[in-house]
């Protein structure tokens, strides 16, 4: 299977800051990552699809990129409504696997 | 708007059976691949089995393949997971999720349900 680590674990910003996490893949996938952010208590809601493809309904503010095994998401300006833990899922081959989640607060 | 109910969670002991379903609303359920991925605090979002439009191909995850089972109902609009042989690692959140196209192989998933607990202890 291959392993998809995200970095860092959790990280602490402010309203307005510049956000960036990291995800690795174990081998080449392409660019078939996808970026998920879950809220406490809620399920996990698409924000990036195929690397960089903001989902519909997605705010601008995120923005994904990377290809081959190294993957960023960012988002721009961090507003409150962001705070969450945001997943990484790579889709290149069966089974498909997630990223241990990386906690924004 | 999509919508994705669970149902059929609850608390059983080891080596019993469970069946999950899923009440699918919002969307035309009879033309997208589903999945069932759980979650638990020490292992994260692990994805069990995704079954295709039509019924007609089913993949599963090694941990769990000979005792669950995938299955849909396009006319009701349900989806089901039935777990046999329970064990304890069973213990998890259960998500119900649409895939974005059809097949088996479709694993960007851009719905998922609120999810259901499943307790797994003597």
Redesign the interface.
Known sequence: DIQMTQSPSSLSAFVGDRVTITCRASQNINKYLNWYQQSPGKAPILLIHVASYLQSGVPSRFTGGGSGTDFTLTISALQPEDSATYYCQQTYSAPTTFGQGTRVE | QVQLVESGGGVVQPGWSLRLSCAASGFTFSTYAMHWVRQTPGK????MTIISYDGSDK?Y??SVKGRFSISRDNFRNILSLEMHSLRGEDTAIY?CAKA?CNSA?C?????????TLVTVSS
């Open positions: 994260g979002l692990e994805w993949k995850a090694d998500y974005n192989s694993y960007t998933i851009d719905y998922w349900g609120q999810g």
